[in-house]
């Protein structure tokens, strides 16, 4: 009877867990922007009625009031990597009222055969403001990289909830998995390490040997913003009489131009600045004559898009060389949402022809 009557009274009082859900989830996504941390996303959940009345028949006896029950909301954080489980984990503890008694850092437990492979789960005391009809109420905070989270799923799903859930003869694999996992997390963090530092040494290296580096995204978001490319992106600009954007909200474009540039044959920075010197005067004439003529492509965005100038130079290559193909830049420039491709291309061939192969007739 106490327990239909624990449950009733939650049903009663559901909507104010809701907001409690609600209040704790944007109050830690705000904590963990303050930080500065990447994070994967944060969810919230508030437990079903029904279940609820799972959980007290089966501890009959343990819960007489709700304010017993600590799971009743819960907060999930999945960060990308685990090293960041760590972090989220300090800043719970130094901004949150945790509750020892019935908190778990699974990432101290160090057994070499323990079962499962989870991340940190604190409950903690609601602050009294956020939802004042449950002043001081715990709920769980439960923070986990994703791969963990997908340990973790996905062993729910198989109905294992304990070492000795899980059969002998399937257990050794078990344990090899969450190995395999840690590894990968381990590895995950070790890729974005280098390729932090790939960034920032990037200036360096290529002032030193520009030859050597491989053009690729990150390479390109640097050469975007450096001579040659930016001075003749201006220069385009300039001639259209249109402002050159900055800070592009186009995180796939690097990667784009890049392909452009392996897909007429270059691949490393030094060629580019080469090439972009030789053929400077090229690539400004077929811009400026050819852009007019396909503004539904850059109006819209109010002016020049960085990387014009190679877009150029990529168009002026495939132009002049039978191997290549204009229609296969257009392609991975991926415009098909603008316009049918067969009518720029023909443009395109038209203006080279024009202002290029035969600049006299121009």
């Not at 830690?28 to 007290?56: E, F, M, Y």
């Not at 009809?133 to 990289?145: A, D, K, M, N, T």
């Not at 040494?201 to 040997?209: G, H, K, Q, V, Y």
């Not at 992106?233 to 402002?243: F, G, I, M, T």
């Amino acid at each position: 009877m106490e327990s239909e009557a624990l449950v009733q009274a939650y049903r009663d009082a559901l909507p104010e867990y809701e907001r409690l859900r609600d209040a704790v989830v944007a109050h830690t996504t705000g904590l963990l922007a303050g930080a500065g941390l990447n994070i994967h996303h944060v969810t919230g959940r508030v437990k079903r009625p029904s279940s609820l009345a799972d959980k007290l028949r089966r501890k009959p006896g343990r819960y007489h009031t709700l304010e017993d029950v600590t799971d009743l909301v819960g907060v999930r954080v999945i960060t990308y990597f685990e090293r960041d489980v760590n972090v989220v984990a300090r800043l719970t503890e130094d901004h949150f009222v945790v509750d020892w008694d019935n908190s778990i850092d699974k990432s101290r437990m160090h057994d070499p055969d323990r079962f499962g492979y989870l991340g940190v789960h604190y409950v903690v005391r609601a602050e009294p403001d956020l939802v004042p009809e449950l002043p001081g109420i715990r709920y769980e905070v439960q923070i986990r990289s994703i791969l963990q989270h997908a340990w973790a799923e996905i062993e729910h799903d198989l109905g294992y909830k304990n070492r000795e859930a899980v059969p002998r003869e399937v257990r050794r694999r078990f344990y090899r998995l969450a190995g395999l996992l840690e590894m990968a997390d381990e590895e995950f963090m070790v890729l974005h390490r280098m390729a932090r530092d790939y960034a920032a040494t990037l200036p360096a290296r290529i002032a030193d040997d520009p030859g050597a580096v491989f053009i690729d995204a990150q390479s390109m978001t640097y050469l975007l913003g450096t001579s040659p490319v930016h001075d003749l992106d201006s220069r385009l600009a300039e001639a259209l009489h249109v402002p050159l954007l900055s800070g592009w909200p186009d995180p796939e474009r690097p990667q784009r131009l890049a392909s452009l540039l392996h897909y007429v044959g270059v691949h490393s920075v030094g060629l580019l600045q080469k090439e972009l010197a030789r053929h400077e005067a090229e690539v400004q004439r077929l811009g400026t004559a050819l852009l007019p003529r396909l503004r539904a492509l850059w109006e819209p965005a109010g002016g020049l898009r960085p990387g014009s100038s190679v877009v150029q130079y990529a168009l002026l290559r495939a132009c002049a060389n039978p191997g290549l193909d204009p229609q296969q830049v257009m392609s991975l420039l991926d415009l098909s949402g603008t316009a049918t491709s067969a009518p720029m291309v023909r443009t395109v061939r038209e203006v080279y022809a024009r202002e290029i192969a035969d600049p006299a007739a121009s």
